[in-house]
């Protein structure tokens, strides 16, 4: 599972021109599901992204999360993120899960992230969409939960 994550003084999503779903300052994830993520990688990033310490506190320092700020999430699916373009000219989506797995993954996280009290608002799932945003900073950082490369998992994200 990957995530690109933004702070934002707010964010939109839209389909076929009408506004969908709106936040004020916040988060917004960027959500790719792999082929063999599962619910422990849905828990992970649920609480790294909740208590990741990015907001900027009294001193200017990051050091206020999500939850301490009281911000909103907002939650895009978004399989490109899983794209390998290593090879030719063409990005190979064959690391990203299937649309059935991908979206009961998605709505788990959605779920996971309200349950920790924060206001999640979310596109929709697979859509063409418009997504706005005026970034914090700017802050934008890439979150992963990665196998271990010895699973044979995620072959194209491991470290060699």
């Known amino acids: 599972m990957r995530a690109v994550i933004q702070r934002v003084k707010k964010s939109s999503v839209s389909v076929n021109n009408e506004i969908i ?3 004020g300052p916040g988060l917004l ?6 082929k063999g993520d599962d619910t422990g990688d849905v828990e992970y990033l649920a609480d790294k992204t909740t208590n990741l310490r990015i907001f900027e506190d009294k001193n200017n320092k990051m050091n206020r999360s ?6 909103e999430m907002l939650v895009v699916s978004q399989f490109t993120l899983l794209g390998d373009c290593r090879k030719g000219r063409r990005p190979s989506f064959t690391d990203a899960a299937e649309p059935e797995a991908a979206n009961e993954l998605y709505e788990q996280f959605v779920k996971n992230v309200k349950q920790r009290g924060i206001t999640v608002k979310t596109g929709r799932f697979r ?3 418009d997504v706005s945003l005026i970034n914090d900073g700017p802050v934008t950082l890439i979150l992963e939960s990665i196998k271990s490369c010895s699973e044979g998992n995620y ?3 491991c470290v060699k």
Do not use: Y
Not at 29 to 34: M, P, Y
Not at 66 to 71: C, D, I, N, Q, R
């Open 21 to 23: 779903n709106e936040i």
């Open 29 to 34: 994830v960027l959500l790719g599901i792999a």
């Open 66 to 71: 999500l939850f301490e700020t009281g911000g």
């Open 127 to 129: 859509a063409m969409m």
């Open 155 to 157: 072959n194209n994200f």
